[in-house]
T-cell receptor, first 109, second 118 residues
Framework: GENVEQHPSTLSVQEGDSAVIKCTYS??????FPWYKQELGKGPQLIID?????GEKKDQRIAVTLNKTAKHFSLHITETQPEDSAVYFC????????FGAGTTVTVRA | EAGVAQSPRYKIIEKRQSVAFWCNPI?????LYWYQQILGQGPKLLIQ????????DSQLPKDRFSAERLKGVDSTLKIQPAKLEDSAVYLC????????????????FGPGTRLTVL
């Protein structure tokens, strides 16, 4: 089955700086790569996704890049704000989602 | 649009007891998923329904876990008997598309049920 690795496990950034989270996957058949944000006591919320026919996608301060040859994808958050503090999960899917272990992001004011 | 509803939000039981969780997906969503999220880990798929049929239950511990989705809408997940290692958050998610390739459809998650087994 699919195996997704996510790094780093924790990330602390100064407000206004950028944050980058990286993930690798094992199954070359995976073709859908969503990113979820999970706040304390809540379920994961989709923030952006990318499909295998696209190399990069951007939505305001959030961008995701995908390198299918290397089997890795990354989340970039620019101009971080305190409300960006949360746990972020990457996932990869061919027919079902496999999640990474998560990155706890803390934005220091 | 109302989101995925789950109840209860919290449950504390002793080992060997039974427990049931309920999920109401977003209206019109054909596919429903149950995930287990152990503290500090990402969600792990337990079972996936398409309408009222099971698509994937390969990671469901069938000796103690069961799930059903009657009439293709609400779903219940049951654990009997519970073990200490079942302590986790149980997340329900739903997605719209009923066709093949459903794993690539956007999944919307509920708030989860936090289970503590003592």
């Amino acid at each position: 089955g699919e195996n997704v690795e996510q790094h780093p496990s924790t990330l602390s950034v100064q407000e206004g700086d950028s944050a980058v989270i990286k993930c690798t996957y094992s199954d070359s058949a995976s073709n859908y790569f969503p990113w979820y944000k999970q706040e304390l006591g809540k379920g994961p919320q989709l923030i952006i996704d990318i499909r295998s026919n696209v190399g990069e996608k951007k939505d305001q301060r959030i961008a995701v890049t995908l390198n299918k040859t290397a089997k890795h994808f990354s989340l970039h958050i620019t101009e971080t704000q305190p409300e960006d503090s949360a746990v972020y999960f990457c996932a990869a899917s061919d027919y079902k989602l496999s999640f990474g272990a998560g990155t706890t992001v803390t934005v220091r004011a | 649009e109302a989101g995925v509803a789950q109840s209860p939000r919290y449950k504390i039981i002793e080992k060997r007891q039974s427990v049931a969780f309920w999920c109401n997906p977003i209206s019109g969503h054909a596919t429903l998923y149950w995930y287990q999220q152990i503290l500090g880990q990402g969600p792990k798929l337990l079972i996936q329904f398409q309408n009222n049929g099971v698509v994937d239950d390969s990671q469901l511990p069938k000796d103690r876990f069961s799930a059903e989705r009657l009439k293709g809408v609400d779903s219940t997940l049951k654990i009997q008997p519970a073990k200490l290692e079942d302590s986790a958050v149980y997340l329900c998610a739903s997605s719209f598309r009923p066709s093949a390739g459903v794993g690539t459809d956007t999944q919307y998650f509920g708030p989860g049920t936090r289970l503590t087994v003592l």
